[in-house]
């Protein structure tokens, strides 16, 4: 498989965060992706962040600040080219072969949509303990289990 993955990152102030996520994403095993920063307003230096990257994968969608979240992964949908869309939050970062890993899943199964483990880190990148308990994945149809809160899903 070699389509085109379209990675959409929200942010609003985040510049030394966001460094590090874009750095997980160009550190993918899987490569054949675009990366849409989506900025909600930001005023501090989002914008020559990404440009120092200088890679023509990353393109920048600048909108007025407006606090939703959801309008702000919207706006990067939209502009997405990819068969596939994926989301990564300006304060996460991936491991390297996430993007392969959840490809060949979809691939094998037929299925069309994915998600897969997190650890919640401080800011020393030592492992926090679930508020829940220990992190459960679910198969299947999993709408009950989001609903009563027995599985978790992190978008990203």
């Given amino acids: 498989m070699n389509t085109l993955v379209s990675v959409i990152i929200p942010v ?5 965060l966001l460094q590090k996520a874009i750095a997980s ?6 490569q054949n992706w ?3 920063v989506v900025d909600d307003g930001s005023t501090d230096d989002c914008d020559t962040t990404i440009q120092a990257f200088a890679d023509p994968r990353i ?4 909108l007025g ?3 939703h979240i959801g309008l702000v992964r919207n706006a990067g949908a939209r502009a997405a080219k990819g068969a596939w869309l994926t989301f ?3 304060d996460d970062t991936w491991m390297p072969g996430k993007l392969q890993l959840q490809l060949d899943t979809l691939q094998e199964t037929g299925l069309q949509w994915c998600y897969g483990a997190f650890e919640h880190m401080d800011a020393t990148g ?3 303990p679930f508020k829940a308990g220990c992190y ?18 992190h978008i990203g």
Avoid at 12 to 16: A, G, L, T, V
Avoid at 25 to 30: K, N, P, T
Avoid at 142 to 150: C, Q, W
């Fill in 88 to 90: 990564l939050d300006s």
């Fill in 126 to 128: 030592t492992s926090l």
């Fill in 34 to 36: 675009e990366l849409l």
């Fill in 59 to 62: 393109s920048l969608i600048t």
């Fill in 25 to 30: 994403v160009r550190a993918q095993s899987y």
């Fill in 12 to 16: 609003y102030n985040r510049s030394e």
């Fill in 65 to 67: 600040h407006s606090g």
């Fill in 136 to 153: 459960r994945p679910v198969s299947g149809w999993i709408i009950k289990d989001l609903l009563t809160t027995e599985a978790s899903v």
